[in-house]
């Protein structure tokens, strides 16, 4: 038998929650890279994460290496020998590399020349050889931010390491990591089976754990099994349980042996706003909350703890008692924010500083402002509610809730200002101004929201580029790739037909002369090029026909998903292919020639051949055809239109000669071509489809 099960597990204080599956996950990848490029061959990979551990098993692992055959190729026979025979240095070197002497090197001869060559069969390393060695190498390439040290060792990890498990097959794999040597033992729950629990053979490592250690040590499986108890629990009371994804893998991480508790809070806690007394349940307390079937919050929560108590009532009892406070507090300050209104705050926003080279967050709140008015003058919309949402936005942030419940920034501002008699609209757009959060979050509804949202988003892009501060690698401290893709989805996907160079090029303006670097408009529009490449691509759109599009540089995000639109339909006519070729073809020719070369018009009674005369014709007649299309901007109609050109374009290929030695007949034939590619370019630069 050559293959064996492997497991390692690392176990350690508790890891942090909100990385478990990312460090596992990462554990995983790194080790079976290793093997691969390591040539040891298994059938499958699994990884295993609880608080207290991180784990792979490996099935059918080779027990070694498979021999082979290794070719070292040296000089070539010309350079190996002199005219004498004998070996030159560079032989003799060769040689010497190779452990062996020059009469025992082979020739190798191919079709290009003749080489010396060493053949040497080697034989492979056992798995106990090489994978200690690739287990500490994806351990150290776990994406851990920063590591840290524990008692006076110099081991370095994200929590401190105390036992180490290496099975191959039923023998341990001899090694010491982090101070620890491998054995075959793994510890069950921290209170339900403190003790030290024997693996005799990795397959039995699960099994075990859950029934012997209280520990589901399955990711996935404890994931699902938290998910069944909390809708559970929730059904028991009558209600619903909200459960995020993120929230369930955090408290995934937290635990090893899963019980749903339910909890109850003072009902009077629900005339505090529904987002106020979430957040103080999910993000504080980690507690799952419950809707009833109107989808209102009831007076219910759902905590999942780490052991199966035999008094659940004091459980239930004390998680009850800890988040009194937390919704006091939550009360306490709805009430006292209250008391003053939205716009008492505007002072205050001048003395925080938004960024130190680009002023407070009060002069972040007047730039927005002009150019939030300068939007709903071109979106036809009510210029003084966008005026006043934009004045508004920040100065929720000076309130005692959103200083408490960060989270809550803009939920809380919607809410005030409807207290301060405020239109809905421009509450709403307040809230609105943060979306979207996350990817894949929702967009803002209302016209003035999604004004408001671009304009914030881009004032802070303008302004960190201007300053020299644009992302680099992983660093971007200001979410500025998010931010972007957030106004690129926004006027897409909301259809604005908004001038991106123009709008840009405001929101520089509103900032103090000479305050940015004069490269900051072209360098802002390339980076939202850069990511509408990554936001297309995610719609399924190929990259020769954004690249097709984005070459002309459009002025409008949605007047460019319209083209894309039309040239990925483009790409299916039949004309397709040969119309891209010739585009390809004349941009050429056009890029080889200087403008002298091309006449400032066609002259008809220049040409001498049938094919160009034709195809001068069929254009001029195509151009006219297409005038009302190219108007309203019907991409998709001009360009089925131009597909009918194909072949008058190729016989003009075929029998005329462009670059003729007559000067005045090549210049004519160039602004013929010339002609010919604008209409194409009026849309996109066909020329680089790949149309195969």
């Not at 027990?63 to 004498?84: I, Y």
């Not at 809730?401 to 803009?410: H, I, K, Y």
Request: with cysteine; proline share 4%; charged share 25%.
């Amino acid at each position: 038998m050559n293959k064996k099960n492997f497991l390692v597990e690392l176990g350690t204080e508790e890891l942090p929650p909100k990385a478990l599956k990312k460090l596992a996950t990462a554990f995983m990848t790194g080790l079976t890279q290793g093997l691969e490029q390591a040539n040891l061959q298994f059938s499958n990979a699994q990884y295993y994460a609880a608080p207290r551990r991180l784990a792979v098993y490996i099935e059918a692992l080779d027990l070694k290496q498979a021999d082979r055959e290794v070719e070292k190729r040296g000089p070539a026979l010309s350079a190996a020998f002199k005219e004498d025979g004998c070996p030159t240095p560079a032989a003799m070197g060769f040689a010497r590399s190779c452990g062996t002497e020059v009469d025992q090197l082979e020739t190798l001869k191919t079709d290009k020349g003749a080489w010396l060559v060493f053949n040497q069969r080697e034989i492979g390393k056992t798995t106990a050889e090489i994978i200690p060695d690739l287990v500490v190498q994806s351990l150290n390439r776990l994406p851990v931010p920063k590591r840290m040290r524990w008692a006076s060792f110099e081991h370095e990890f994200v929590r401190p390491v105390h036992w180490l498990l290496m099975l191959h097959g039923d023998e341990i794999l001899p090694c010491t990591m982090f101070g620890h040597k491998a054995g075959q033992t793994t510890m069950g729950h921290r209170f339900h089976h403190p003790d030290a629990i024997t693996i005799s053979r990795p397959a039995d490592y699960r099994n075990l754990l859950e029934t012997q250690g209280k520990v589901l040590v399955d990711y996935s499986q404890r994931k699902d099994t938290i998910r069944a108890l909390v809708e559970e629990a929730a059904k028991d009371i009558g209600g619903v349980a909200i459960i995020s994804e993120d929230l369930l893998d955090e408290v995934t991480g937290l635990v090893e042996w899963p019980s749903a508790v339910v909890g109850k809070f003072d009902e009077s806690f629900l005339d505090v706003p529904s987002e106020a007394v979430i957040s103080a349940m999910k993000n504080h307390q980690k507690y799952f909350h419950v809707v009833n079937s109107k989808e209102q919050l009831m007076p219910y929560f759902i905590t999942v703890s780490n052991i199966e108590s035999t008094n659940v009532e004091s459980v239930r009892q004390g998680n009850e008692r800890v988040i009194r406070p937390r919704l006091s507090d939550a009360e306490f300050f709805w009430q006292q924010d209250k008391k003053t209104s939205l716009k008492h705050y505007l002072g205050q926003l001048d003395k925080v500083v938004f960024q130190n080279k680009l002023g407070s967050l009060g002069d972040k709140t007047r730039r927005v402002q002009k150019l939030a008015e300068e939007l709903a003058k071109v979106l036809q919309t009510n210029v003084g509610d966008a005026s006043t949402a934009a004045e508004l936005a920040k100065c929720d942030l000076m309130s005692g809730m959103v200083g408490e419940f960060p989270e809550l920034q803009g939920i809380m501002g919607q809410y005030y200002a409807l207290h301060d008699r405020h239109n809905p609209e421009v509450a709403l757009a307040i809230n609105e101004q943060y979306m979207p959060r996350f990817s894949g979050d929702e967009l803002p509804s209302s016209t003035i929201g999604q004004i408001l949202a671009i304009a914030d988003k881009l004032d802070t892009t303008v302004g960190i580029f201007g300053i020299g501060q644009a992302p680099t690698g992983d660093k971007d401290p200001f979410a500025l790739r998010r931010a972007i893709l957030g106004v690129l989805r926004i006027i897409v996907e909301k259809q604005l037909p908004l001038n991106v160079k123009e709008i840009i090029q405001t929101t520089i303006n509103n900032y103090d002369k000479g305050g940015l670097d004069k490269d900051t408009a072209g360098l802002v529009y390339q980076f939202m090029l850069d990511r509408s490449k990554g936001y297309f691509s995610e719609r399924g759109i190929e990259f020769d026909v954004f690249d097709a599009v984005a070459a002309i540089r459009p002025d409008s995000l949605a007047d460019m998903s319209n083209r894309i639109d039309a040239i990925t339909a483009f790409k299916k006519v039949p004309e397709a292919e040969s119309l891209a070729a010739a585009n390809k073809r004349i941009n050429n020719i056009l890029k080889k020639a200087s403008a002298e070369d091309i006449a400032a018009s066609v002259d008809e009674t220049t040409f001498t051949e049938s094919a160009e005369k034709a195809l001068f014709a069929e254009l001029n007649q195509a151009i006219n055809d297409t005038a009302e299309s190219v108007r309203k901007k019907d991409y998709a109609g001009t360009l089925s239109r131009l597909a009918k050109l194909r072949g008058s374009v190729d016989t003009f290929f075929d029998t005329v000669m462009v670059m003729s030695e007559n000067k005045r007949e090549r210049a004519n034939r160039l602004a013929l071509l010339h002609q010919l590619s604008q209409q194409f370019l009026n849309i996109a630069d066909v020329g680089r489809l790949q149309i195969k």
